[in-house]
């Protein structure tokens, strides 16, 4: 069986860092690109970042580029989100979902953004 769980959100200040962790088990995760996605409260989806399977090629939507770095440890199957120079907009709940059809996807681990 497919699982993603997000951990590491929580409420920091403006300016602040957090770093999320996504675990997976139920698949070779070193063969699937992996995404984060997060939804702010009242909005819709909204598309943050994407690593390959090797880690080697990641992309970012403009509104995180530049403060947010996406990672992964094959060897412990977890995918990361270093998110920096928080801002209160990047309040939302995160998720992590599996490959570039997304069709797999973790409950979220929610981040507040505010002082």
């Known amino acids: 069986e497919v699982q993603l769980v997000e951990s590491g959100g929580g409420l920091v200040q403006p300016g602040g860092s957090l770093r999320l962790s996504c675990a997976a088990s139920?698949?070779?995760?070193?063969?699937?690109?992996m995404n984060w996605v997060r939804q702010a409260p009242g909005k819709g989806l909204e598309w943050v970042s994407v690593?390959?399977?090797?880690?080697?090629?990641?992309n970012y939507a403009d509104s995180v580029k530049g403060r947010f770095t996406i990672s992964r440890d094959n060897a412990k199957n977890t995918l990361y989100l270093q998110m920096n120079s928080l801002k209160p907009e990047d309040t939302a709940l995160y998720y992590c979902?599996?490959?570039?059809?997304?069709?797999?996807w973790g409950n979220g681990t929610v981040v507040t953004v505010s002082s």
């Open positions: 979902a599996r490959g570039g059809g997304m069709n797999y």
């Open positions: 139920g698949f070779t995760f070193s063969n699937y690109y």
């Open positions: 690593i390959d399977s090797g880690a080697g090629t990641t």
